[in-house]
C-alpha cells in the first residue's frame, strides 16, 4: 500500500517568516495529493491540493510544489501569522483513500 | 452550505460493548470515507462507502463495520469495544464521481471516543 512520510514533526517559525514542509510518497499509481490543517479540537480543514498532472498550485500565501519523478511533495507558507500555528498533514491517494503523513506541528512566534 | 455533521462528538464506553457512530455528509455528496485518528498511530483509513456499497477498505478488523443508507447519510459500528480503539474517529465526504483525478474531501469535526 501507499506510504507517506512528512518531515519535519515540528517547526516553529517567526512570524513573517515562511515554512516549509515536505512529504515524500511510495506509489507511483497515486495522483492526488492534498494538505490539511488540523486545530485542536477540530477536524481536518483541506488548505490546498495538487493533482498529478500539475507541477505548482499557488492560493495567496501557500503554495505546493510537486515532483512525480521524485515522488515528493512541499508545502510553502510565506509570511506567517500566530493564526498559521496549527498540525498540517499532506496525504496521497489514487482512489477515495486518503494516505496521510504523521503529521508536522508548526508554531509560529510572535 | 452545510459541513459535514458527526453525531455524537463525545462517547464513552466500557470493553465489550459496542458502538455506532453516525455522519450526515455535504448535501450533493454521495461518498463518505471513515478514519481513525490517534496519537500513535496517525490518521488511518477505515473504509467508503458509495452510492450505500461499500467501494474501498482499508486493514481494519472485522469488528470495524459501516453502512450507508439512501440518503447518503453513514453510521459505522465498532464492536467488541478494546482500549486501543480510543481515538477520534472522523468522516470526510466527496462527490465521489469515478473517473475524476482526485476528488476533495472534506472532514467532519469527529466523534471522540473513550473506552475504558
Known amino acids: 500500500g501507499e506510504n507517506v512520510e512528512q518531515h519535519p514533526s515540528t517547526l516553529s517559525v517567526q512570524e513573517g517568516d515562511s515554512a516549509v514542509i515536505k512529504c515524500t510518497y511510495s506509489d507511483s499509481a497515486s495522483n492526488y495529493f492534498p494538505w490539511y490543517k488540523q486545530e485542536l479540537g477540530k477536524g481536518p480543514q483541506l488548505i490546498i491540493d495538487i493533482r498529478s498532472n500539475v507541477g505548482e498550485k499557488k492560493d495567496q500565501r501557500i503554495a505546493v510544489t510537486l515532483n512525480k519523478t521524485a515522488k515528493h511533495f512541499s508545502l510553502h507558507i510565506t509570511e506567517t501569522q500566530p493564526e498559521d500555528s496549527a498540525v498540517y498533514f499532506c496525504?496521497?491517494?489514487?482512489?477515495?483513500?486518503?494516505?496521510f503523513g504523521a503529521g508536522t506541528t508548526v508554531t509560529v512566534r510572535a | 452550505k452545510a459541513g459535514v455533521t458527526q453525531t455524537p462528538r463525545y462517547l464513552i464506553k466500557t470493553r465489550g460493548q459496542q458502538v455506532t457512530l453516525s455522519c450526515s455528509p455535504i448535501s450533493g455528496h454521495r461518498s463518505v470515507s471513515w478514519y481513525q485518528q490517534t496519537p500513535g498511530q496517525g490518521l488511518q483509513f477505515l473504509f467508503e462507502?458509495?452510492?450505500?456499497?461499500?467501494?474501498n477498505k482499508g486493514n481494519f478488523p472485522g469488528r470495524f463495520s459501516g453502512r450507508q443508507f439512501s440518503n447518503s447519510r453513514s453510521e459505522m459500528n465498532v464492536s467488541t469495544l478494546e482500549l486501543g480503539d480510543s481515538a477520534l474517529y472522523l468522516c470526510a465526504s466527496s462527490f465521489g464521481d469515478e473517473g475524476v483525478l482526485g476528488e476533495t474531501q472534506y472532514f467532519g469535526p469527529g466523534t471522540r471516543l473513550l473506552v475504558l
Open positions: 462507502y458509495f452510492s450505500e456499497t461499500q467501494r
Open positions: 496525504a496521497a491517494s489514487n482512489d477515495y483513500k486518503l494516505s
